[in-house]
């Protein structure tokens, strides 16, 4: 498996602007998805935002045009930067990494972001 280490969430006002790093323990060289789902207080985990090793991103509807996902794969992380932020986007934020043919589907601790409004 990988070990995925998480960092950048806190405290900010509505408005302002975040930006979460995820960190991977070791490179994989098989196609892979790395990407951020939150969790709030009383509700399921949800998808954020994802990007294939290949560039390709996926983002929910809630943060299109607000987050933007992006990766470095020379240092095996994956970053979310976070803009035009709401109090709905308090949550803790966890990094994935995902590879299917290694049988790979790793979590980071998370990372908690709180919005205040």
């Known amino acids: 498996q990988v070990q995925l280490v998480e960092s950048g969430g806190g405290l900010v006002q509505a408005g302002k602007s975040l930006r979460l790093s995820c960190a991977a323990s070791?490179?994989?060289?098989?196609?892979?998805?790395m990407g951020w789902y939150r969790q709030a207080p009383g509700k399921q985990r949800e998808l954020v935002a994802t990007?294939?090793?290949?560039?390709?991103?996926n983002y929910a509807d809630s943060v299109k045009g607000r987050f933007t996902i992006s990766r470095d794969n020379a240092r095996n992380t994956v970053y979310l930067q976070m803009s035009s932020l709401k109090f709905e986007d308090t949550a803790v934020y966890y990094c994935n990494f995902l590879a299917p043919r290694l049988g790979f589907n790793s979590w980071g601790q998370g990372t908690p972001v709180t919005v205040s409004s």
């Open positions: 070791r490179s994989i060289f098989v196609d892979n998805t």
């Open positions: 990007m294939t090793s290949s560039g390709r991103t």
